[in-house]
């Protein structure tokens, strides 16, 4: 049995910079689509919420598209889903950047980076990873990755659920950078911009992915 072939369903609410992430993933060989619509669900392997811009107009962007429903529904049934920068954040329950209510796939809420006379809003620029626990994208242990960041607000998991993955500093606090839980995991930093860094944790991603295919998948190529 040769490599398998995946496919990424990169999901399109026009608040996303889909082109730098698909040329990354296609650099590592796998196979890229754009998700629009409840009928785009039915062939990617795994999907990528992407995001750049401000809470509120991303949820209405991303209802207008009919998938919040079904993406609660892939979600539910044990698909892989990766978000990145303000993807990560429509995870969560609610923004202080915003009213409207997030996804709700993950437990918490996403709150302003906190005032630091060291440091500006929003944050640009990179930053060393804090590994907090394992995940496939990142282990601690690694080398220290540097990794880069354009954002203003930051997720806070509830307390009661042990998701954080990786932190990263911000004045004298740390603040989330990556979190996982179940198949659902999630970057507040940029990975496709993030150099040789971004592209091992994206390959490692998709070595994961690989693990969990059902067995006679179709897409294993000869």
């Not at 990354?24 to 796998?30: A, F, K, P, Q, V």
């Not at 669900?41 to 992407?50: D, E, G």
């Not at 950047?97 to 996403?110: A, K």
């Amino acid at each position: 049995m040769g490599r398998q072939t995946l496919t990424i369903g990169l999901i399109d609410y026009g608040m996303g910079n889909l082109h730098s992430v698909r040329r990354s993933l296609e650099r590592l060989g796998c196979g890229v689509m754009e998700i629009r619509s409840e009928a785009d669900l039915t062939s990617p392997n795994a999907l990528i919420l992407p995001g750049v811009g401000a809470f509120d107009p991303a949820m209405d962007n991303l209802e207008s598209t009919g998938l919040v429903p079904h993406l609660k529904t892939w979600v539910r049934d044990g698909g892989p889903l990766l978000g990145i920068c303000l993807g990560l954040q429509l995870l969560f329950e609610s923004s202080e950047e915003g009213v409207r209510q997030g996804l709700g796939l993950l437990p918490g809420r996403v709150e302003r980076l906190p005032d630091d006379p060291r440091e500006r809003i929003p944050h640009m620029g990179w930053a060393p990873l804090n590994p907090v626990m394992d995940c496939p994208l990142l282990r601690r242990g690694d080398p220290t990755a540097w990794v880069y960041f354009v954002h203003s607000y930051a997720a806070v998991p509830s307390a009661d659920e042990d998701i954080l993955a990786a932190t990263a500093p911000f004045g004298d606090r740390s603040v989330t950078a990556m979190v996982w839980h179940n198949r659902v995991g999630a970057c507040q930093f940029h990975p496709e911009k993030s150099a040789d860094c971004g592209s091992l944790m994206l390959k490692r991603w998709l070595s994961w992915l690989r693990t969990i295919q059902p067995e006679g998948s179709t897409r294993d190529q000869p």
